[in-house]
């Protein structure tokens, strides 16, 4: 099946180019990592800005954008989800695999060690989303399988993914997942109105920060 993606020479790139893959050829490009110069060790000490560089080797996302910029208003169109599972633990992918009975492909993150799992998820869907639908339905997938594996910004439609890169001393982990293609509309109708996002499912850290500002507000002082 054929899908939109855009592409960046890096994360600072004021032109994406918009064009056409399969899932397939996805998968080819995800099975090999790049190594870079850098160990794990060194890596872990590097400060933000030399970690972002060092894990800035081109990066994607899954739909078209207007104009070739990457903002929160110029995306057109989402054909596949994109999870970040900053929190993945030693069980993510055995729990994508009890769960979740779509086709997907999950690989590890520049991030990564064996202690502190960092994965990639990425799902095809079986048609185009618009950045609202997609903002819904990736929460909505994200909670079949455990909103809590998943970083709390990963849902964002604009969000910019890496190709896969590894430390030279790295561990690199790539899983192919087969099943189903994800129908967004199955997703979407569980909810009575998806418009409304006081309804989308949240992480244990993002109910404890609204119930924090509630109770701020009934209690200011």
Same mark, same amino acid.
């Given at each position: +099946?054929?899908?939109? *993606?855009?592409?960046?020479?890096?994360?600072?790139?004021?032109?994406? @180019?918009?064009?056409?893959?399969?899932?397939?050829? $996805?998968?080819?490009?995800?099975?090999?990592?790049?190594?870079?110069?850098?160990?794990?060790?060194?890596?872990?000490?590097?400060?933000?800005?030399?970690?972002?560089?060092?894990?800035?080797?081109?990066?994607?996302? %899954?739909?078209?954008?207007?104009?070739?910029?990457?903002?929160?208003?110029?995306?057109?169109?989402?054909?596949? @989800?994109? $999870?970040?599972?900053?929190?993945?633990?030693?069980?993510? @992918?055995?729990?994508?695999? +009890?769960?979740? =009975?779509?086709?997907?492909? @999950?690989?590890?993150?520049?991030?990564?060690?064996?202690?502190?799992?960092? %994965?990639? +998820?990425?799902?095809?869907?079986?048609?185009?989303?618009?950045?609202?639908?997609?903002?819904?339905?990736?929460? $909505?997938?994200?909670?079949?399988?455990?909103?809590?594996?998943?970083?709390?910004?990963?849902?964002?439609?604009?969000?910019? +993914?890496?190709?896969?890169?590894? =430390?030279?001393?790295?561990?690199? *982990?790539?899983?192919? *997942?087969?099943?189903?293609?994800?129908?967004?509309?199955?997703?979407?109708?569980?909810?009575?109105?998806?418009?409304?996002?006081? %309804?989308?499912?949240?992480?244990?850290?993002?109910?404890?920060? *609204?119930?924090?500002?509630?109770? &701020?507000? &009934?209690?200011? %002082?």
């Amino acid at each position: +099946m054929e899908l939109k *993606i855009a592409y960046g020479d890096s994360r600072l790139s004021k032109r994406w @180019i918009n064009k056409k893959t399969t899932f397939d050829e $996805l998968c080819e490009r995800f099975k090999v990592t790049r190594r870079t110069t850098e160990t794990v060790a060194e890596y872990k000490r590097f400060t933000k800005d030399r970690r972002d560089a060092a894990k800035d080797v081109g990066g994607y996302v %899954l739909g078209h954008l207007k104009g070739g910029r990457r903002k929160k208003d110029t995306v057109e169109s989402r054909s596949g @989800i994109t $999870l970040d599972a900053d929190h993945a633990g030693s069980n993510f @992918i055995d729990t994508v695999e +009890m769960l979740f =009975p779509h086709k997907c492909v @999950i690989y590890s993150t520049h991030s990564h060690t064996p202690e502190e799992p960092r %994965l990639r +998820m990425v799902i095809p869907l079986a048609r185009e989303v618009s950045p609202d639908e997609y903002a819904a339905v990736s929460r $909505l997938v994200a909670e079949v399988i455990g909103m809590d594996f998943f970083d709390d910004s990963t849902y964002e439609p604009e969000r910019l +993914m890496y190709w896969p890169s590894t =430390p030279s001393d790295g561990e690199y *982990i790539f899983k192919e *997942i087969d099943g189903a293609i994800l129908d967004p509309d199955a997703y979407l109708s569980k909810l009575s109105d998806w418009h409304d996002c006081s %309804l989308w499912p949240t992480s244990s850290r993002q109910s404890e920060v *609204i119930q924090r500002s509630i109770r &701020q507000q &009934q209690d200011p %002082l």
